[in-house]
T-cell receptor, first 114, second 113 residues
Framework: NAGVTQTPKFQVLKTGQSMTLQCAQD?????MSWYRQDPGMGLRLIHY???????DQGEVPNGYNVSRSTTEDFPLRLLSAAPSQTSVYFC?????????????FGDGTRLSIL | AQSVTQLGSHVSVSEGALVLLRCNYS??????LFWYVQYPNQGLQLLLK??????LVKGINGFEAEFKKSETSFHLTKPSAHMSDAAEYFC???????????FGTGTSLTVIP
């Protein structure tokens, strides 16, 4: 099983550039989410989706867009990259929303903004 | 809203010694609680979860955690540390009606040979 696949694994951008972080899962999970991980701050939720066509904001949504056109894919878009967005980004999925479902995580995308 | 506090950002234990990683939560409704482990350059993997069944939860790799409502705690323990346990550990909380998980800031475990 591939599980949750994130691409790219590493990326360096210049300030002001845009890019899309890809996330795909093959488990037919309804719930998908994006987190950023920064030293000493744990994981913070950026956006999440409870199904195709439905998205909502998490704790730190500013500067990021998402869409969910299929069950499998949940891309994260940086509109105009800023150095403060340098981070490790994780995509996660679970069978459904509802807090009792553990999440399955991808291996992360390490993003540096110069 | 829910929140999680992990006391001790770094914990060191000797190989074979008891591992104790602390997690306290805040929630106005019954919580669901999780422990995840993260190895270098990898994503998070589920160690165990509490979803209102037994208060003592056993997970993978010999870890277990006990839900104590009176202390709002969900500490992670392992009787005997192994070198392979060196990693970062995260506690997380959620609730049935919620679609958001709240993670602690993590505890880095070092195992000394």
């Amino acid at each position: 099983n591939a599980g949750v696949t994130q691409t790219p694994k590493f990326q360096v951008l210049k300030t002001g550039q845009s890019m899309t972080l890809q996330c795909a899962q093959d488990m037919n999970h309804e719930y998908m989410s994006w987190y950023r991980q920064d030293p000493g701050m744990g994981l913070r939720l950026i956006h999440y989706s409870v199904g195709a066509g439905i998205t909502d904001q998490g704790e730190v949504p500013n500067g990021y867009n998402v869409s969910r056109s299929t069950t499998e894919d949940f891309p994260l878009r940086l509109l105009s990259a800023a150095p403060s967005q340098t981070s490790v980004y994780f995509c996660a999925s679970s069978y459904s929303g509802g807090g009792n479902q553990p999440q399955h995580f991808g291996d992360g995308t390490r993003l540096s903004i110069l | 809203a829910q929140s999680v506090t992990q006391l001790g950002s770094h914990v060191s234990v000797s190989e074979g010694a008891l591992v104790l990683l602390r997690c306290n939560y805040s929630s106005s409704v019954p919580p669901y609680l999780f422990w995840y482990v993260q190895y270098p350059n990898q994503g998070l993997q589920l160690l165990l979860k509490y979803t209102s069944a037994a208060t003592l939860v056993k997970g993978i790799n010999g870890f277990e955690a006990e839900f104590k409502k009176s202390e709002t705690s969900f500490h992670l323990t392992k009787p005997s540390a192994h070198m392979s346990d060196a990693a970062e550990y995260f506690c997380a909380v959620s609730v049935w009606s919620g679609n958001q998980f709240y993670f602690g800031t993590g505890t880095s475990l070092t195992v000394i040979p």
